[in-house]
């Protein structure tokens, strides 16, 4: 079946570093991606999304490219700050299903300042 | 609008012990899922409804799980008896017909003793 593959955590940063969280998917047909963002103590919150090949979802600094031929939706972020600690869903919705998102394990990440 | 909710936010209890969880959607809203994240791990769907109806519960452990959405709005999520494996979150997100991005709540922590 349909899976998300997230690189594992933590990962740690200095304020105003660049961060790069790898993602890959296994997918039938032609899905949508997504990255939702947990704060500690708060809900799954959607950060960017991107319905086809070649789109490009960006939010807040953040951006990700739907790349087909090698099956990646990789999350990256040109200055990270210090309230961008959380962690990072990446996920994937079935193609004419019922829009059920498959969740990665997730990637906490930590910026110190 | 009005986020969605879900309570309590916290509960404890011991193992064979049953417990409920309640969500309510954003206002119309027809589809609406139960997702279950154990720490450390991405969330798991354990139920989606289309308005009162159910339209995948294969990864619901129906021995012990049950969930009802009546008149298509508000639902509960039932866990009868209590497992130690059952300690997680339990997040409830809807979607609107036609859009492909889901609205999570904060979710109900369980920790079974």
């Known amino acids: 079946g349909d899976s998300v593959t997230q690189m594992e955590g933590p990962v740690t940063l200095s304020e105003e570093a660049f961060l790069t969280i790898n993602c890959t998917y296994t997918?039938?047909?032609?899905?949508?991606l997504f990255w939702y963002v947990q704060y500690p103590g708060e809900g799954l919150q959607l950060l960017l999304k991107?319905?086809?090949?070649?789109d490009k979802g960006s939010n807040k600094g953040f951006e990700a490219t739907y790349r087909k031929e090698t099956t990646s939706f990789h999350l990256e972020k040109g200055s990270v700050q210090v309230s961008d600690s959380a962690v990072y869903f990446c996920?994937?919705?079935?193609?004419?299903?019922?829009?059920?998102?498959?969740f990665g394990a997730g990637t906490r990440l930590a910026v110190h300042p | 609008e009005a986020g969605v909710a879900q309570s309590p936010r916290y509960k404890i209890i011991e193992k064979r012990q049953s417990v409920a969880f309640w969500c309510n959607p954003i206002?119309?809203?027809?589809?609406l899922y139960w997702y279950q994240q154990i720490l450390g791990q991405g969330p798991k769907l354990l139920i989606q409804?289309?308005?009162?109806?159910?339209?995948?519960d294969s990864q619901l452990p129906k021995d012990r799980f049950s969930a009802e959405r009546l008149k298509g709005v508000d639902s509960t999520l039932k866990i009868q008896p209590a497992k130690l494996e059952d300690s997680a979150v339990y997040l409830c997100?809807?979607?609107?017909?036609?859009?492909?991005?889901?609205?999570f709540g904060a979710g109900s922590r369980l920790t079974v003793l």
């Open positions: 991107a319905t086809k090949a070649d």
């Open positions: 997918a039938t047909g032609y899905p949508s």
């Open positions: 996920a994937l919705s079935e193609s004419g299903g019922y829009n059920k998102l498959i």
């Open positions: 997100a809807s979607r609107t017909t036609g859009a492909n991005v889901l609205t």
């Open positions: 409804f289309q308005n009162n109806g159910v339209v995948d």
């Open positions: 206002s119309g809203h027809a589809t």
